[in-house]
């Protein structure tokens, strides 16, 4: 089985500039989540997609960050303008429930460096 | 909003028993209680999840007391190759209310020495 593919792995920018991340969740998952890690934290829960509904986006710094899952499957993370703040690992997670338990399968990450 | 409190990092020996421990005094009724490993450059890897008493499977075993107020993840016999970072997470995956949010702890950085 597949598992969770994030891309670029890596991206370099300035900062105000923009930037984009893509994730594929495993087939047929259908809780989607958005991490950011910072060095030497935890993950923390950007957003969680059901399907292609928002579940959570409560820590989601909407003036910059936004969130899609098209048709409840691929999704995309965009920040616009980037802050140095915002350098990180960005790490794209599912799940195939839709109950309180189940197992998160994490992507790779995208380590974004803002410059 | 449960919050929970690891140690920050812990050291052992190859061949022995590992217990990290998590506080989590919040928890609320709707959550379960999941450990995941982080090694470096990598995404986190489920370990063990339970909602209480005893859970046993292939790699670990949890132990969560009656008052859920924290959990013992128990590595048996560690290797080398289990030296990374332990994660803690509280919560209740269908989030969508103000308590039930998915939030990872500090993480326990095992290092096992030969």
């Known amino acids: 089985e597949a598992g969770v593919a994030q891309s670029p792995r890596y991206k370099i920018i300035e900062k105000r500039q923009s930037v984009a991340f893509w994730c594929n969740p495993i087939s047929g998952h259908a809780t989607l989540y958005w991490y950011q890690q910072i060095l030497g934290q935890g993950p923390k829960l950007l957003i969680q997609f059901q399907n292609n509904g928002v579940v959570d986006d409560s820590q989601l710094p909407k003036d910059r960050f936004s969130a899609e899952r098209l048709k409840g499957v691929d999704s995309t993370l965009k920040i616009q303008p980037a802050k140095l703040e915002d350098s990180a690992v960005y790490l794209c997670?599912?799940?195939?429930?839709?109950?309180?338990?189940?197992?998160?399968?994490f992507g790779p990450g995208t380590r974004l460096t803002v410059l | 909003l449960a919050k929970t409190t690891q140690p920050i990092s812990m050291d052992s020996y190859e061949g022995q028993e590992v217990n990290i421990t998590c506080s989590h005094n919040?928890?609320?009724?709707?959550?379960?209680i999941t450990w995941y490993q982080q090694f470096p450059s990598q995404g986190p890897r489920f370990i063990i999840q339970?909602?209480?008493t005893k859970v046993t499977n292939e790699v670990a075993s949890l132990f969560i007391p009656a008052d859920r107020k924290s959990s013992t993840l128990s590595l048996p016999r560690v290797s080398l190759s289990d030296t990374a970072v332990y994660y803690c997470?509280?919560?209740?995956?269908?989030?969508?209310?103000?308590?039930?949010?998915?939030?990872f702890g500090t993480g326990t950085l095992l290092a096992v020495q030969p």
């Open positions: 997470l509280v919560g209740d995956s269908l989030g969508g209310g103000a308590t039930n949010k998915l939030i």
């Open positions: 919040n928890i609320a009724t709707n959550d379960y």
């Open positions: 997670a599912s799940s195939p429930g839709t109950s309180g338990s189940g197992e998160q399968f």
């Open positions: 339970g909602y209480k």
